[in-house]
Protein backbone atom coordinates (compact mmCIF):
# COMPACT_ATOMS: atom_id res chain seq x y z
CA UNK A 1 0.00 0.00 0.00
CA UNK A 2 1.49 3.77 -0.94
CA UNK A 3 0.79 6.63 1.82
CA UNK A 4 -1.81 8.00 -1.35
CA UNK A 5 -4.31 5.39 -0.48
CA UNK A 6 -4.04 6.40 3.15
CA UNK A 7 -7.38 8.35 4.47
CA UNK A 8 -7.52 11.41 6.79
CA UNK A 9 -6.43 10.26 10.64
CA UNK A 10 -4.90 7.09 9.50
CA UNK A 11 -1.79 5.91 10.61
CA UNK A 12 1.17 4.27 9.06
CA UNK A 13 4.92 3.07 8.75
CA UNK A 14 7.08 3.52 6.62
CA UNK A 15 8.22 0.28 4.77
CA UNK A 16 10.23 1.69 1.94
CA UNK A 17 10.75 5.16 -0.21
CA UNK A 18 10.95 4.95 -4.61
CA UNK A 19 12.21 7.10 -6.51
CA UNK A 20 15.26 9.11 -7.61
CA UNK A 21 18.28 9.73 -4.98
CA UNK A 22 17.26 13.53 -4.85
CA UNK A 23 13.74 12.76 -3.85
CA UNK A 24 14.80 10.46 -0.70
CA UNK A 25 17.42 12.49 0.30
CA UNK A 26 14.37 15.70 0.27
CA UNK A 27 12.52 13.02 2.98
CA UNK A 28 15.00 11.96 4.69
CA UNK A 29 16.34 16.31 5.17
CA UNK A 30 12.04 16.22 6.71
CA UNK A 31 12.81 12.81 9.36
CA UNK A 32 10.95 10.76 6.42
CA UNK A 33 12.56 7.44 5.96
CA UNK A 34 11.97 3.69 6.67
CA UNK A 35 10.60 2.38 9.76
CA UNK A 36 9.15 6.33 10.55
CA UNK A 37 5.55 6.39 12.17
CA UNK A 38 2.89 8.66 9.79
CA UNK A 39 -0.23 10.26 10.38
CA UNK A 40 -2.26 11.76 7.75
CA UNK A 41 -3.90 14.90 8.84
CA UNK A 42 -5.54 16.33 6.15
CA UNK A 43 -6.29 16.39 2.06
CA UNK A 44 -6.85 19.53 -0.04
CA UNK A 45 -9.84 20.07 -1.58
CA UNK A 46 -9.31 18.52 -5.13
CA UNK A 47 -6.97 15.83 -3.08
CA UNK A 48 -3.93 16.72 -4.64
CA UNK A 49 -2.07 17.43 -1.89
CA UNK A 50 -2.38 15.75 1.80
CA UNK A 51 -0.66 17.16 4.81
CA UNK A 52 1.03 14.33 7.01
CA UNK A 53 3.06 14.22 10.27
CA UNK A 54 6.06 12.48 10.44
CA UNK A 55 7.50 12.18 14.01
CA UNK A 56 6.21 15.41 15.00
CA UNK A 57 7.02 17.34 11.96
CA UNK A 58 4.26 18.47 9.50
CA UNK A 59 4.92 18.00 5.76
CA UNK A 60 2.85 18.55 3.51
CA UNK A 61 2.98 16.27 -0.19
CA UNK A 62 1.95 16.08 -3.40
CA UNK A 63 -0.04 13.21 -4.31
CA UNK A 64 2.71 12.04 -6.65
CA UNK A 65 5.52 12.43 -3.90
CA UNK A 66 2.74 10.22 -1.40
CA UNK A 67 2.48 7.29 -4.46
CA UNK A 68 6.56 6.83 -4.17
CA UNK A 69 5.99 5.74 -0.07
CA UNK A 70 5.08 2.52 0.71
CA UNK A 71 3.69 2.34 4.09
CA UNK A 72 2.08 -0.48 6.15
CA UNK A 73 -1.61 0.75 7.97
CA UNK A 74 -1.18 0.55 11.75
Known amino acids: MNLSELKKNDKAVIVSIKGNEDLINRFASF ?44
Open 31 to 74: GVVEDSEIKVIEFSLARNTMEIDCEGTALALRLQEAKSIDVKKI
